[in-house]
């Protein structure tokens, strides 16, 4: 039986109270701690630093944070959150000009590795460095915002890239990122994912449990 991990979207946590804000959806059962990382540069959007991850660190958030990076370029940074605490840090291809020596920088400073492709990048891009991948986290809306809706032909992306993966024999993790609702995350496991962004479909939510458990509930359905 696959893993199914949930990792709920700071981008849509109430920032003003971040270490309690995440330290309730972890307990009220999410897995990860995503952390959108936007330089108004590569997205049109401006959030937070590795300043902010050091701190959820010290806080005593202890659970995995999956750093998202939406910036160019990437490799001062990925240093700076493996030094803040990063477990998984992913980056877009488009971001580095090398994008082997980005991965293996991750590597070497003991993370775990990811790339991240947009909707229109096709998922070949990953071929060649695909033994380097802890992660592949598709996106299923154009980065820069949460909120959007999920773009259907993800889902044939998904397949394609969940065929190559387990090819591959590594247990690289496969993730989507916009859009996913407990109403979707059926159809979007069913196509491949194990690993599951959702911002404003959990912190949005009422209760932030509800949210998870339904999520849970349609994954073992
Ligand atoms: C978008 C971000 C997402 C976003 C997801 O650029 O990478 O992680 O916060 O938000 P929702 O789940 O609201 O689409
Ligand atoms: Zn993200």
Same mark, same amino acid.
Do not use: W
């Given at each position: 039986?696959?893993?199914? @991990?949930?990792?709920?979207?700071?981008?849509?946590?109430?920032?003003?109270?971040? $270490?309690?804000?995440?330290?309730?959806? &972890?307990?009220? $059962?999410?897995?990860?701690?995503?952390?959108?990382?936007?330089?108004?540069?590569?997205?049109? +959007? %401006?959030?937070?630093?590795?300043?902010?991850? *050091?701190?959820?660190?010290?806080?005593?958030?202890?659970?995995?944070?999956?750093?998202?990076?939406?910036?160019?370029?990437?490799?001062?940074?990925?240093?700076?959150?493996?030094?803040? !605490?990063?477990?998984?840090?992913?980056?877009?291809?488009?971001?580095?000009?090398?994008?082997?020596?980005?991965?293996?920088?991750? @590597?070497? *400073?003991?993370?775990?590795?990811? @790339?991240?492709? +947009?909707?229109?990048?096709?998922?070949?891009?990953?071929?060649?460095?695909?033994? *380097?991948?802890?992660?592949? &986290?598709?996106?299923?809306?154009?980065? $820069?915002? !949460?909120?959007?809706?999920?773009?259907?032909?993800?889902?044939?992306?998904? =397949?394609?890239?969940?065929?190559?993966?387990?090819?591959?024999? =590594?247990?690289? =993790? @496969?993730?989507?990122?916009?859009?996913?609702?407990?109403?979707?995350?059926?159809?979007?496991? =069913?196509? !491949?994912?194990?690993?599951?962004?959702?911002?404003? /479909?959990?912190? !949005?939510?009422?209760?932030?449990?509800? /949210?998870?458990?339904?999520?849970?509930?349609? %994954?073992?359905?």
């Amino acid at each position: 039986m696959t893993d199914f @991990l949930i990792a709920p979207s700071i981008l849509s946590a109430d920032l003003a109270r971040l $270490g309690d804000d995440v330290a309730q959806v &972890l307990a009220d $059962g999410a897995d990860v701690v995503h952390f959108d990382v936007m330089d108004n540069h590569y997205v049109p +959007n %401006l959030t937070f630093g590795p300043m902010v991850c *050091k701190a959820l660190r010290n806080y005593g958030i202890t659970a995995p944070i999956d750093v998202h990076l939406m910036v160019e370029p990437v490799d001062d940074l990925i240093v700076q959150f493996a030094d803040a !605490g990063a477990t998984y840090i992913t980056f877009h291809p488009e971001a580095s000009k090398h994008v082997d020596r980005s991965l293996q920088l991750i @590597l070497d *400073k003991g993370c775990k590795a990811g @790339l991240v492709l +947009n909707p229109a990048t096709p998922v070949d891009v990953v071929k060649p460095v695909l033994h *380097k991948l802890d992660m592949l &986290l598709l996106m299923s809306v154009n980065p $820069g915002f !949460g909120g959007q809706k999920f773009i259907p032909q993800t889902l044939d992306k998904l =397949r394609e890239a969940r065929t190559l993966i387990d090819a591959s024999g =590594r247990a690289t =993790r @496969l993730e989507i990122d916009g859009g996913v609702t407990p109403a979707n995350i059926a159809d979007i496991a =069913r196509a !491949g994912a194990d690993t599951f962004v959702a911002g404003s /479909a959990i912190f !949005g939510a009422e209760s932030y449990k509800s /949210a998870i458990d339904a999520m849970r509930a349609a %994954l073992a359905d």
